[in-house]
């Protein structure tokens, strides 16, 4: 039997100092898997500027997380791959978790991997589900081939590292209110060196940008829209009905969205109530990161276009000529 | 400034065929570079001219059918070229590649300032062996390098397009990046430099070549591995609607009203 036990969460601080939503994700899949390993506990780790851990215990009693292993210093308050992974992988040295669960969000896909290098354990990247075997293994799915052949991946090594994109797994809005006990942990960083200095950050001023992961309607453009009248269009549109706009890797190649908007393999992961498909052809690279939407619509005049196939209402038809007539009608 | 370009070469994803027991069907499908590392190519050769006395060593890991890849890149620029390729190597999870990588780096070109990758490959899509190397060399990483906006032997400064904004970072060498698709055009091969490809080595490394064992490289050397795989299938029912313009808005506007609880006017 393992020495290792416990499931261990990194808390991502973001820049406006909260906790981003899919550590909240992940607690609320661990807790599930929780009960599958006699009730293993469920932990966090965070790393941040001095204070600022305790303004988040209410959230981490109320999702039920157990201890929270929290590094505290003004080095800390920006992400730094040096200290944050030499800090996480001493950490997994004391306090043996069996399995170690990060987002993959920008920071944790630059921090898993120098991790679970430091610690010589496996990885794997991008799960879409993470369940726990009859052998009380972490089993790992996720997409491979342009999200067209899902592999379900065992760990022969301890902790079992995972990472797991937002939205991914919905926050499960019960909570299960536990006393966390917080555990503050020595920083010890004074003989590292911080090799990569921030000089400059400029957030991105388009505000549809960040706005996906919340959205409830999506209405996103491919290769279809063309060119950039034709997202404009489609912007239009998308003002018309209070959605946000996202785009395929296609329409993103071809220069007419910024690279942070696009859904997809290489993109981000959505699940609005809505997602409006316009002019994009289904290309599983794109599909993969919007098919869990509640509801598809797909306007493209190629029926036999494979978007038809995952969408819920099909609409053969130019976007050039629906969309505008949609504005002189609701506009 | 001595540049290590790794590059892999995917099959084509977008045009995969499937076998009736629902596997990917494997014979006849194209083998590509890597898009993602088109980019870092790209990155890696402005480097190289903007730099006086720069070299660039291309690496990949794969079968030796990935010579004809390094020699394309050899065209566009790139000095020399190493193939790490051994049937031992069969099987290697992303840690057992960023070992093995990193492990050949150090053999061939144990004075390199700059390694440079693809943000991700298009076929697995773990953004990890990057970052696996940097560690296994004990270097910084920087990754989502968007463009280098200043560059010495000592120093990058480098622009990272995150989900939040842009971030500019400087980092010393030795160091590795990871990059993103760029905005200024693809490179492309002259003549002569498809000629004096053709016509440099392409160094070949195998396991003992880099010191390796077969316990620490591929699937004995890999951490994870796979149990199964199966057809990702769709869960949509999808209705399909050819109708004049005006039923087309109608419907639309219908459907977005039912499953969005409303929308403004």
Redesign the interface.
Known sequence: MSEYSGILIYAQVTREDYIHTVFFELVDKAKELSKKLNGAEVNAVIFCRPGLTRTFTEAFQNKGVNKVYCFEDEKLANYSTDYYSKLLVDLVGVIKPEILLIGATNQGRDLAPRVSGALGTGLTADCIELDINEKGQLAATRPTFGGQLMATILCKTYPQMATVRPNVFKVNQQDCFVQTEIVSCPVNISYLKNNVEIVDFKKTIDTVINDLDSAEIIVAGGKGMKNEKGFELLKKFAGSIGATVAATRTAVEMGLAPQSIQVGQTGKTVKPRVYIACGISGAIQHTVGMSGSEHIIAINNDENAPIFDIADTGIVGDVFEILPAYLNYHG | MKIALCIKQV?D??D?KWTEHNT?QREGVESVINPYDTYAAELALNLKSQIEGSHITVFTMGPTQAESMLRKTMALGCDSAVLISDKKFAGS???AT??TISRAIRTVMPDFDLIVCGQ?A???????????I???LD??????VKDCIDCSDKNL?LT?????????????TP?LICV??QDFETCRAKINGIISAAKKPVRICTMEDIGLTPEKTGIKG???????????V?T????????N??D??Q???E??EK???G???
């Open positions: 099959p994803t977008t995969i990917i999870d992303t840690y960023g070992l991700f298009v076929d697995g899509d773990t953004a990890q062996t990057g970052p696996a940097a560690n296994f270097i910084p990483q920087v990754t989502y400064t990272r397009e995150l989900e939040d904004g842009i971030e500019t970072v400087k980092v010393s160091a993103m698709k890999s951490p994870t591995y796979v149990s199964k795989a199966f057809r990702n769709s949509h029912n999808a209705k399909k609607y050819k109708m313009t005006a087309s808005v419907l639309l506007r459907t977005i499953h969005s609880g929308c403004d006017e």
